[in-house]
């Protein structure tokens, strides 16, 4: 099993520019989520989709975020345009099962920076 | 709103020391808990969950939880801590079918030699 993959690994950006994560769900799982995490403020989640459909968005910053699930296997993340405030990492995670009593398996996440 | 409080943002504790990191959550109906580990640079892997079996959880690295209703708490404990222990600790809450987990703010756990 390959785990959850995400990429890039690392970005450094300029502010106004955009940012592309992406994340490839382990075979099989339902249920993708997408955490933002910094010092000052935790781990938060951003969105969360089951099978396909978004299913709560109300963690998403501002409408410079988007997220989408072209297919069942795969997931974006896009910050457009991008701001400094916006450095973090973010991680992605993926469950069998609305994650209430299933585990998340994490990513090793995508570090963003922007200058 | 259902949440979680980690109390200590850093704990330290000396090899072969006992480990207590805290956590309580916040809400009277019976939630589903979990424990995750952190290490640096990598996403969060799962150490235990609770969800009403048995009251003491058992988890990976020799680490356990205990359920209290009472206290409303699920401290994370181990009895001998170990150098590779070093991390950041997360408890993490849901309450029902469709809520995804809440995270506490995390405790970074130092193992001193």
């Known amino acids: 099993d390959a785990g959850v993959i995400q990429s890039p690994r690392h970005e450094v950006t300029e502010m106004g520019q955009e940012v592309t994560l992406r994340c490839k769900l382990i075979?099989?799982?339902?249920?993708l989520f997408w955490y933002r995490q910094t010092m000052m403020r935790g781990l938060e989640l951003l969105i969360y989709f089951n099978n396909n459909v978004p299913i709560d968005d109300s963690g998403m910053p501002e409408d410079r975020f988007s997220a989408k699930m072209p297919n069942a296997s795969f997931s974006t993340l896009k910050i457009q345009p991008s701001e400094p405030r916006d450095s973090a990492v973010y991680f992605c995670?993926?469950?069998?099962?609305?994650?209430?009593?299933?585990?998340?398996?994490f990513g090793e996440g995508s570090r963003l920076t922007v200058l | 709103a259902q949440s979680v409080t980690q109390l200590g943002s850093h704990v330290s504790v000396s090899e072969g020391a006992l480990v207590l990191l805290r956590c309580n959550y916040s809400s009277s109906v019976p939630p589903y808990l979990f424990w995750y580990v952190q290490y640096p640079n990598q996403g969060l892997q799962l150490l235990l969950k609770?969800?009403?079996?048995?009251?003491l959880v058992k988890g990976i690295n020799g680490f356990e939880a205990e359920f209290k209703k009472s206290e409303t708490s699920f401290h994370l404990t181990k009895p001998s801590a170990h150098m590779s222990d070093a991390a950041e600790y997360f408890c993490a809450v849901s309450y029902s079918g469709n809520t995804p987990l809440v995270f506490g703010k995390g405790t970074r756990l130092s193992v001193i030699a």
């Open positions: 075979s099989g799982h339902n249920s």
């Open positions: 609770y969800t009403s079996a048995a009251t």
């Open positions: 995670a993926s469950s069998l099962s609305p994650a209430n009593t299933g585990e998340l398996f």
